[in-house]
């Protein structure tokens, strides 16, 4: 009897021991790499290394050289030193979600940063999940009514597809995001600011989303000042919670502001490892990367699904940048915003002739594609001809295409202005272009 009661001591001690966890040290930190040695892991694991603050810092593998980790910081590496241990961490990759998320600003960890408790989590998911198979991805057959009369007029777009926002700076894309957030019809909106201003957080919170637009709506916030793959990290993030709103049979709306800020830190990462810079500096992993986040967007294979919205910041104006390139052709569209527009005061800027949605014959009925078509016909022969018009080479009644051009541009540009406090119904929108479509054939 002693015996056993010998043993039951041993077994108590075992189940309340800490299990063995196997140990590195950091070896060297040059710039964003910190090299770990005597450690086993895999690309994409969390690691922890001991500091001379309250909590570990995180560090996430990158890649590997002569028998060593290499791994990226995911937050500030003050304090670190050679010889720190470091283990694994065992909560991997993955980020808890919930419904309880929905109304609060949190980070690219799933922290909260708005002051308040932690939201409940119900289960965790992985922040880099595979899309989903191409022949389980249901067809996007319903429109989508964004409340915008350019959108849903004359670039329809429809439920599941994946649109990207290409503008430069000033020219009102944060305005037109906010109205997307507060206008779309979704169950849910999951909002990803990566690389934005810490101001322009609060400033998107508070004024472009508002109380109401925040309510349905989760904000996932990756500041400028954090380190590359925490940025990173904030776009997967986003998307993986709005996996999880999916699967629950939501129709999601996805905002990232933006695209070209996650290359930017999968770039600044990439470098640093010693990856070889390839198309103006940026990596091929970039390119690589691009794809995989993207297409988790989309219809599955169940009722839920994801309409995504990216913003692409455009250097200078130009749509030829290797980010906006890339990501224009992996998109089911794209909506330019035209300086010269803003320049004039004409809000949403949407420079419809430069801007498609891919989908809008598989959406839209075949009237109103009629109609966006001679809406679209009237603003290109105004183009083509404004510049004659202005220095006064152009005599009326010589081309009959610009005559009507001129006389219903006017119309046309006052259909597209829109209050950024406004939502327009879509049967409001298409009746309206039919009158303007009308008036122009009844000339």
């Known amino acids: 009897m002693s015996e056993v009661l010998r043993l039951d001591k041993y077994a108590r001690a075992v189940s309340v021991?800490?299990?063995?966890?196997?140990?590195?040290?950091?070896?060297?930190?040059?710039?964003?790499?910190?090299?770990?040695?005597?450690?086993?892991?895999?690309?994409?694991?969390?690691?922890?290394?001991?500091?001379?603050?309250?909590?570990?810092?995180?560090?996430?593998?990158?890649?590997?050289?002569?028998?060593?980790?290499?791994?990226?910081?995911?937050?500030?590496?003050?304090?670190?030193?050679?010889?720190?241990?470091?283990?694994?961490?065992?909560?991997?990759?993955?980020?808890?979600?919930?419904?309880?998320?929905?109304?609060?600003?949190?980070?690219?960890?799933?922290?909260?940063?708005?002051?308040?408790?932690?939201?409940?989590?119900?289960?965790?998911?992985?922040?880099?999940?595979?899309?989903?198979?191409?022949?389980?991805?249901?067809?996007?057959?319903?429109?989508?009514?964004?409340?915008?009369?350019?959108?849903?007029?004359?670039?329809?777009?429809?439920?599941?597809?994946?649109i990207g926002i290409f503008a430069g700076a000033g020219v009102g894309k944060s305005t037109l995001l906010g109205m997307i957030c507060r206008s779309t019809q979704a169950d849910a909106t999951v909002i990803g600011l990566i690389g934005e201003r810490g101001r322009e957080v609060n400033d998107f919170v508070r004024a472009a989303l508002g109380k109401e637009g925040l309510k349905r709506s989760l904000v996932v916030a990756a500041t400028s000042d954090q380190p590359p793959l925490v940025r990173a990290r904030g776009a997967e993030t986003a998307t993986a919670v709005a996996e999880y709103l999916r699967d629950q049979g939501l129709n999601v709306l996805l905002v990232m502001d933006s695209l070209t800020r996650y290359a930017m830190a999968l770039r600044e990462a990439a470098l640093a490892s010693g990856e070889p810079p390839a198309t103006k500096g940026y990596p091929p992993s970039v390119f690589a990367a691009l794809p995989r986040l993207v297409e988790r967007a989309g219809t599955s294979s169940g009722p839920g699904v994801i309409t995504a919205f990216y913003t692409v910041l455009v250097e200078g104006d130009d749509l030829s940048d290797p980010v906006a390139d890339a990501t224009r052709s992996l998109l089911d569209g794209h909506i330019v915003l035209s300086r010269a527009l803003a320049e004039r005061g004409h809000y949403p800027a949407v420079d419809v002739l430069q801007s498609v949605s891919r989908l809008a014959s598989a959406v839209a009925a075949p009237e109103t594609i009629r109609d966006a078509i001679a809406l679209r016909d009237m603003l290109a022969s105004y183009r083509e001809a404004i510049d004659l018009v202005q220095v006064g080479a152009y005599v009326a009644g010589t081309d009959p295409r610009v005559d009507l051009a001129l006389r219903m541009v006017p119309h046309i540009d006052a259909f597209l202005r829109q209050d950024s406090d406004s939502r327009v119904a879509m049967t409001e929108t298409l009746a309206r272009m039919r009158e303007i479509a009308s008036a122009a054939d009844n000339r």
């Open 17 to 162: 021991a800490p299990p063995h966890r196997p140990t590195g040290v950091v070896l060297e930190v040059v710039g964003l790499v910190v090299e770990v040695g005597g450690l086993q892991a895999g690309v994409g694991d969390i690691l922890e290394v001991a500091t001379d603050r309250e909590h570990p810092l995180g560090l996430e593998v990158i890649g590997f050289r002569s028998g060593r980790l290499l791994a990226t910081p995911l937050g500030a590496i003050t304090g670190v030193h050679p010889g720190a241990t470091v283990v694994k961490s065992g909560r991997g990759s993955t980020v808890g979600v919930g419904m309880g998320m929905l109304g609060r600003v949190v980070d690219a960890f799933g922290t909260p940063i708005d002051g308040m408790p932690a939201p409940e989590t119900e289960e965790y998911y992985p922040v880099h999940a595979p899309p989903p198979h191409p022949f389980a991805r249901r067809p996007i057959e319903t429109p989508l009514e964004t409340g915008l009369r350019a959108l849903d007029g004359l670039l329809t777009l429809g439920r599941g597809q994946r």
